[in-house]
């Protein structure tokens, strides 16, 4: 079981390193990966200083070209493929047809992962861009019950990647529209989901309201925790049911199911956060470092409650859940 | 000449009430219809057999059929229903919504149309599409006009007259699937015993923002946007675009108007009077948020 962790930056890439990530996914400087925030990613001098570090330590590195680009910058993702060839990244991760099939046809040695944004979630699209791109890997929308996770393992072409610490995403990766039909920037196109420079904050006295372009998202009383407008945690009115309509502001923690995913087959844990700081890396790659190696050892899995009351800490809203992978979640 | 299609229906109708609509869609001047479960394969009311009906009629009336796929298929019992409508016994074409579904047209020669939610945002991918046999395809909700535009000039010569694109012209934006049912989370019950909650709301249910804005539609595991889309003014641009098809997503109340407006400007060759309402948005389209209006 490989531990893949997330790296925004140089600092956060040698904290992954040095607290036992297996394997660094990090993203170029511009809109061609899904976490394009300013001041985050690496340009071609970082990202091969971040590749020398890891092969010294004997880690691997993936880059992650997993926007969907249009026809008029279609060179900037083709720019990246070429790029990530030349740096000799271990793999790409990419979810575009097309740029697949660029990585695919112009660089054949070069191992494609299928990004969460690609959404194959079921059989018949794994088989699909396996047959097709002849992908290495698929990374599993956070969408599956651990049931349908193990189903899908046994049979699929290629081996998997699931999603084991982070921020959660409620809808299916890659085919969410909800921040560009508020803020005009989506994932899919520009790598941001409810993009800064949108958000405003305007205190009324005894209220904090979190706004994301013209459109409140939530309204926080001084005792509460306020956080980040991602439209899919905010509260808003149903039938004069005013709640969190969709999802309270929650991580993913899925380390109670590591000796059941290792079981599957299941080949490798990712964690989310490019976007997060050097200290949210170390400690969260250090936990679960030690959970993996906990559930590859012949004694009986624990999770520790010193490592969840840690992640905790670093969780959206300081909860956790198992998310989709419980059925009652659903 | 832009034709008129109409998509799938996105609610949960009655049986009675899905065979009525049909029967006046007969009648409407639309070229192409999509019929199907799109959203949750819980929605039972129909089975295929049911919607090979309604296909066969609807031949009769003149009109081409498309049967549109589930878009998020999860459970094996979802892949073996999946896999059973993309062989090409029905003989009707497959609109797919997954990749899944495209595999498997593709393995039985079965033609389809790309769906939307395949996120065809550039020449390259329109292209791998129709080398797979596509017959066409719908463009992602949130590209702009003049991204498409650059998207039909970057298409090579030899396959620019088949792509066959289709713009989702009117109607509530799909704009995200979950795995979790937002119908059934507001009236606090577990997606597993949903009592099929979502079909008391043929038109969705409403989600405002605590400022009262109308924002988003929930429609079972779907997010549908809150205001309508509306782009049936721009349907001389979108024809000189080269642009196939309009698309008009079904509701309960009024697509008989709306078929019927956009058919009558196209046969008469005249602007529209309904541009974009108050309610309404067309933002996507001018490189705006989606919910803009821009008059």
Partial sequence: ?330 | MVKISLGPIQYYWKKQQVFDFYNEVSELPVERVYLGETVCSKRRELRLEDWLEIAQQLTTSGKQVCLSTMTLIEAASELSQLKKLCQAEHGFMVEANDYGAVQFCSESQTPFIAGAMLNLYNHRSVEKMLALGAQGWVMPYEITRQSLSALLNGLSPEVADKANTEVFSWGKVPLAYSARCFTARHHELPKDSCQLVCGEYPEGLALESQEQQRFLNINGIQTQSGHSYNLLSEWRDMQALGITWMRISPSLSNTKSIVETLANAIEMNSDIARACADDECNGYWFGRSGLERVA
């Fill in chain 1, 1 to 330: 079981m490989e531990l893949v962790s997330p790296a925004g930056s140089w600092p956060a890439f040698k904290k992954a390193v040095d607290n036992g990530a297996d394997a660094i996914y990090i993203g170029f400087r511009d809109e061609t990966n899904a976490r394009h925030f300013a001041g985050l990613n690496f340009d071609d001098k970082n990202a091969s200083k971040a590749l020398n570090y890891a092969r010294s330590k004997g880690k691997r590195v993936y880059l992650a070209i997993n926007t969907y680009p249009q026809t008029a910058r279609w060179s900037a993702w083709q720019r990246a493929v070429d790029m990530a060839a030349d740096l000799g990244v271990n793999a790409i991760i990419a979810a575009d047809i097309g740029v697949l099939e660029y990585a695919s046809q112009r660089h054949s040695t070069l191992h494609r992962h299928l990004s969460v944004q690609g959404s194959a979630t079921n059989l018949g699209a794994l088989t699909f861009y396996a047959e097709n791109f002849g992908i290495a890997r698929a990374v599993l929308p956070r969408v599956l019950s651990a049931k349908q996770v193990a189903q899908l393992a046994s049979a699929s072409p290629v081996p998997l990647e699931v999603f084991g610490f982070g921020s959660l995403c409620i809808m299916a990766e890659g085919r969410c529209f909800l921040s560009s039909y508020v803020a005009g920037a989506s994932p899919n196109t520009c790598g941001a989901c409810s993009p800064a420079s949108h958000v405003s904050w305007k205190n009324t006295g005894d209220q904090l309201e979190v706004w994301l372009g013209d459109m409140l998202v939530d309204r926080f009383e001084a005792d509460e925790n306020a956080g980040y407008p991602v439209i899919c945690k905010g509260r808003f009115i149903a039938n004069d049911k005013t709640y969190h309509a969709i999802e309270e502001p929650v991580s993913l923690n899925s380390m109670a199911l590591l000796p059941e995913l290792i079981d599957m087959g299941v080949v490798a844990i990712k964690l989310e956060g490019r976007q997060r700081s050097p200290a949210y890396i170390a400690k969260v790659v250090s936990i679960w470092r030690q959970a993996i190696d906990a559930a590859k050892s012949n004694q009986p899995f624990v999770v520790q409650p010193s490592w969840t009351a840690s992640l905790a800490t670093v969780a959206e809203g300081g909860q956790t859940t198992l998310g989709a992978y419980e059925r009652e979640w659903q």
